[in-house]
């Protein structure tokens, strides 16, 4: 099985925790603007990662990933079985994907991705601004639904924590620190889905090119 994508994409990410959950062995290829070959380009024609290909199979996106990963291997089960269960999991891993990213991404792209990756200039004040008009909004939307269990839904890891918690994370590499005074049900979240084995160990993976971000100016693909 191998996965085409690249750190530090919380769409990559979302994928690699799941991977990593369900224990299922996997190789990681570098892909997306612009690298990636031939082989990611049948996996995904229109160049969106991450890509999947299994043997004689191919899927990309994130969401389609993990729905296939999850019926392969349904333990342990990461999609709620349970109707209400399963239609809540669903809609956290849409709000991550476009509610969220939406800003997250605004933030992330014109203050690491376009200057570090892709060599331009980003849009700082965009950043700037979704940073101070748009986020606050979601991240007390996230600690207003957390429950005291600390999981988002059925008291346990599902799909919904792994899929908010990967665009966060990002933005913990290019905003200040979440005030744990005002949120303080995200930041222990968080900090503790960071703890478990899956999420420290992919975490370990990408910090060598977290730490260049901090220190280069550009970075080569």
Not at 2 to 8: A, K
Not at 38 to 61: C, N, T, Y
Not at 70 to 77: K, V
Not at 98 to 122: C, E, Q
């Amino acid at each position: 099985m191998i996965l085409y994508g690249m750190r530090p994409s919380p769409f990559v990410r979302k994928v690699l925790f799941y991977l990593e959950e369900k224990g299922i062995d996997f190789e990681l290829r570098p892909a997306g603007l612009g690298i990636g070959g031939e082989e990611f380009a049948k996996a995904s024609p229109f160049g969106k990662f991450p890509a999947l290909v299994d043997g004689d199979f191919s899927i990309s996106d994130s969401s389609a990933i993990v729905h296939y990963l999850e019926t392969l291997y349904p333990e342990p089960n990461l999609i709620p079985t349970e109707a209400k269960a399963r239609a809540r999991a669903v809609w956290f891993d849409e709000f991550a994907d476009t509610v969220l990213f939406a800003t997250g991404g605004k933030i992330f792209f014109n203050r690491i991705v376009a200057p570090k990756f892709m060599k331009i200039s980003g849009d700082l004040a965009a950043a700037d601004a979704a940073e101070r008009n748009e986020l606050p909004r979601l991240l007390d939307y996230i600690e207003g639904v957390l429950p005291d269990s600390g999981f988002l839904i059925e008291d346990r890891l599902t799909l919904a924590d792994i899929a908010v918690a990967s665009p966060l994370i990002n933005l913990a590499y290019c905003c200040p620190p979440m005030d744990s005074a005002t949120h303080p049900r995200l930041c222990r979240w968080l900090n503790m889905l960071k703890t478990r084995p899956a999420f420290a160990s992919v975490l370990e993976e990408e910090r060598p090119l977290i730490e260049a971000m901090a220190t280069q100016p550009e970075l080569v693909l």
